[in-house]
């Protein structure tokens, strides 16, 4: 995770690149994460691509501030030791939705809340969970034993394209309360159609049928958009775009913004073509000293 720097899977390149990119959601077996901004990846663990035509594409697009072109950070080693310096490189990523369920007894809440421990997978990353403590089960009369607790499936989204969590608390409530009391999740048939999913205030007793946060009683029962981007971890105040209540992993959620470019070898041989590719990193020095430490820098970078 983002701080922690706690492994918790793997993706492909390519899967950054058309699937989780920056402020998608990767559905891992027993965790959901969001890809966080690039503002927060190691940038020097990052190889630069030198595609001008592309760059200039994208700055086209997005603007100056498009410095450069580079690859995600990817682990040179395949060694599974969590320990070890290698195992932290790799793409920032960050728990979302925040809010959890225990597969035992349907508490809901967010996963730092306290109530939740992580369990870090050492030699298998994928195996990196949240158990709730000491769980006693939906009755509370069962031994007091960790259970498992998964990601909660439902989130609000907008058209301006913000992400936040599904507001639990104020849907179970029918809007802003004071009441403090646990939550928790259910089900009151064999299937799990929206019809047959609740959510319960342990103190106040108050009760909602998951059916009310789609469709048009959705739009009735939800507060306003928050303008959140959990990934940057920043709030777009005034959106006025209703938000929609969504499941975890909807494959329509997020969409990758693509541009491509011609590349065209301008020079005869490799050598000079080499050249002619990294030109651009000496083009500015003003001194025949400056080339040893920009040589450095280069491969520092995997340049």
């Known amino acids: 995770m983002a701080h922690e720097k706690t492994p918790v899977g793997s993706v492909r390149p390519s899967q950054l690149l058309w699937t989780y990119g920056p402020g998608a959601l990767i ?3 027993n965790l959901s994460v969001v890809t966080s901004g690039i503002d927060i990846w190691e940038k020097d663990r990052c190889n630069l691509v030198i595609e001008n035509r592309l760059l200039a594409a994208v700055q086209k697009a997005l603007g100056p501030q498009v ?20 195992a932290n490189v790799g793409v920032p990523v960050r728990p979302f939705p925040r809010w959890l369920r225990c597969v035992k007894c349907g508490l809901l809440s967010p996963y730092d809340s306290g109530l939740f421990e992580l369990k870090e997978g050492y030699r298998r990353p ?20 960790d259970a498992d607790a998964v990601p909660a499936r439902f989130l609000l989204a907008c058209k301006n394209g913000h992400l936040d969590d599904f507001p639990w608390q104020w849907f179970v409530h029918s809007g802003p309360n004071d009441c403090k009391g646990t939550l928790r999740f259910f089900e009151s048939g064999a299937s799990l159609q929206t019809e047959n999913l609740w959510v319960k205030c342990d103190a106040c007793g108050a009760a909602r049928n998951m059916a009310h946060a789609f469709g048009q009683l959705g739009k009735e029962n939800l507060p306003g958009c928050r303008g959140r981007h959990p990934h940057l971890d920043q709030f777009e105040p005034d959106c006025d775009a209703d938000p929609r209540a969504v499941l975890l992993g909807a494959t329509n959620s997020w969409f990758p913004v693509s541009l491509s470019a011609l590349a065209i070898p301008q020079a005869k041989d490799a050598l000079a073509q080499l050249l002619e590719d990294g030109w651009s990193f000496f083009s500015d020095l003003e001194s025949l000293d400056e080339v040893p430490l920009t040589i450095k820098l280069l491969k520092k970078t995997g340049s």
């Not at 410095?67 to 290698?86: F, G, Q, V, W, Y």
């Open 126 to 145: 994928e195996a990196t969970r949240f158990v709730h403590q000491g769980c006693r089960g939906s009755k509370g009369d069962q031994p007091a034993k």
């Open 67 to 86: 410095e450069s072109l580079r690859m995600p950070p990817i682990s040179k080693s395949e060694s599974n030791d969590t320990s070890s310096a290698e």
């Open 27 to 29: 559905d891992l077996p």
